[in-house]
């Protein structure tokens, strides 16, 4: 915590944290204030309601897939800074047409043909937005850190967005859907302005040819990262990971809704307590490993977490048997129910669990390869996310499809928790393989 508390005093760290923890927040409101109020007030229907929001992460992580390779080449071949101010300038253009999409809904104009489209359409240009800053945000880090603060930054980072997560979701869930339209504008302004406190960040080659053959550069850039062992079980874990994360999220308002029978703001809070949890796992990670960039931990968080995924399925079913209320519960008579600590208690446990395993695969990333590469490294780690998580969203959006409930859907999220473990596992035997090598080299 002290190289932490000592980064938010560098001007090496804080302006790109500060950017981060608006490009998390803006992401959020907006996403969760259209998410939140098309499922409330728009649909009346748990397999449409589900559909939806499959659609629109479907929408959000399609340009990950597709563009990551041109954004990895971007990011190693010039000024990460100046990219990152391109970037941050294009959202507040993206944010006028999300914001009157936001409008238009509120006001009941053209809702369907014209509203939900706006507000998708800023939704996937938010997306390639986030393509584009992605690889950035983590190769950035050991270009301006030392070896040894790497590993904090990445977990102040991961912490500092799962807040900003935790303050988007809160304003969405509890302010009129108009006010967030002028909010998503205002933060895409203000992390312009923190943008452009980030120092140069110059490529370590210069000169290098840009392939923007999108196919073709995206299976060379997967080929050449994935023959580094513990980069390519670090990618396939996280990637895993997001695919159980992507069903899980797409999962939680329609089954606040149709299962707990409760609010938007009810939802909200679930959001809140999840993103709470995964910026304590992603700090209490970095104080486990003391700082050194390790998956020790991985598998036993991941398998705790896949428990807690099923106390969640049991505490949900239990609900269903005992709570019957007449309409949507608010935040103060969901809190009274018996069975709400247990909901927001098993929420909490899957979301630490989750961030212990996920930040320190981050930091492989970027410590693991060349630091030319680093940025082409997290990019093709978002391809195959990317890939994975549409992946995922289709699997929630078939299950609702063919009438699986979504609370049994979560049993699914449960059993691939122990692929998760396995990958971790794996990833670990690469990296002690890595180490005695080293030590046999030294020799």
Not at 84 to 110: D, S, Y
Not at 225 to 234: D, G, N, P, S, W
Not at 292 to 303: C, D, E, G, T
Not at 365 to 371: E, G, N, Y
Request: glycine share 6%.
């Amino acid at each position: 915590m002290l190289t932490s508390t000592h980064l938010l005093k560098q001007r090496r760290f804080l302006p790109l944290f500060a950017t981060q923890l608006f490009n998390a927040f803006n992401d959020n409101l907006f996403k969760n204030a259209m998410v939140l109020f098309v499922v409330y007030s728009v649909y009346n229907s748990e397999e449409a309601e589900a559909q939806f929001s499959a659609i629109a992460s479907g929408l959000f992580i399609l340009p990950f897939f597709v563009l990551s390779a041109l954004a990895g080449q971007l990011a190693d071949m010039r000024d990460k800074a100046m990219i990152i101010r391109w970037i941050k300038a294009a959202e507040i253009g993206i944010m006028f047409v999300g914001g009157a999409g936001l409008v238009m809904a509120w006001q009941g104009m053209l809702t369907q043909i014209a509203a939900i489209p706006l507000m998708l359409l800023a939704l996937f240009a938010m997306g390639v937005h986030s393509t584009f800053f992605g690889p950035i945000k983590y190769a950035i880090l050991p270009q301006h850190l030392e070896k040894d603060e790497v590993l904090a930054g990445t977990g102040l980072v991961e912490a500092g967005t799962y807040i900003a997560i935790l303050a988007g979701t809160i304003v969405a869930g509890y302010i009129d859907v108009e006010w967030a339209a002028l909010a998503v504008v205002l933060t895409a302004v203000a992390g312009y302005i923190t943008s452009l406190q980030v120092p140069p960040a110059p490529p370590y080659e210069t000169g290098q040819p840009i392939d923007r053959h999108i196919i073709r550069a995206s299976i060379e850039l997967v080929r050449d990262t994935m023959h580094l062992r513990e980069v390519f079980y670090a990618i396939l874990a996280i990637s895993f990971f997001w695919t159980i994360g992507a069903v899980l999220f797409i999962q939680f308002p329609p089954l606040a809704k149709n299962v707990l029978m409760a609010s938007k703001e009810v939802a909200s809070l679930f959001l809140v307590v999840f993103s709470i949890g995964v910026a304590i796992g992603s700090v209490a990670i970095n104080a486990l490993l003391k700082g050194k960039v390790s998956a020790r931990y991985a598998p036993i968080s991941v398998l705790f977490m896949g428990a807690f995924v099923a106390a969640f399925w049991f505490v949900c079913h239990e609900w269903k048997a005992e709570v019957r209320p007449t309409e949507l519960m608010n935040v103060g008579e969901f809190l009274t129910q018996p069975l709400a600590p247990m909901v927001l208690l098993t929420l909490l446990l899957i979301a630490i669990s989750g961030g212990m395993f996920v930040v320190p695969l981050y930091a492989f990333l970027t410590t693991k390869c060349d630091p030319s590469r680093a940025a082409r490294t997290v990019a093709a780690n978002n391809i195959v996310n990317s890939g994975a998580m549409v992946m995922g969203s289709l699997i929630a959006a078939g299950l609702s499809a063919v009438g699986i409930a979504i609370v049994e859907q979560l049993l699914l999220s449960a059993a691939m928790c122990l692929i998760s473990a396995w990958l971790g596992a794996r990833l670990y035997q690469a990296e002690r393989h890595a180490l005695v090598s080293a030590q046999v080299e030294v020799r």
